[in-house]
């Protein structure tokens, strides 16, 4: 009867471990657009591994498909992913205005050469594929990114 036990108590233990979630933590995103005339900025967060490849989508500022294809570089990696975005997705960001969102970043990725990359792109102006870029580590995500066109300086903080 106790072999019965331990081996019942075994087998729910693994399928709890099983069953967890990966570990990942929220933060709050801080982003202050440079003063520019034009549209909105379409502003596409993304997960890049060490390989420098799209991994995953964070976030997207700008809800119009049709402006997607702007974001060149993450349209290809969309395109093939077909990840419905629609509850990662707000509103472009215009000149000199503020956006604070937030998103998730899995545990697992920090301090392992990930980073998180803005690419950026205004109607009928340059497109920034790598408008700023935070490195996933302790001192990336505590530091202030400046960016590199629209962008004028992200701020992260784990919340």
Known sequence: MKSILKVAFTAALIC????????????????QMNNYMGEGAYIVVSLINPKGEYEKTLYVMGDDKKWYTSLKEWNKFQTKKHDDISAISGASVTGGDRSITTFEIEDSKLNKGYKLRFESAVEDQKYYVTDAEVVLTTAGLADKTEGKGYIKYVRLNKI
Do not use: E, G, R, T
């Open 16 to 31: 709890l471990v099983s069953f967890q979630s990966v570990a990942q933590s929220k933060y709050k995103c801080m982003l």
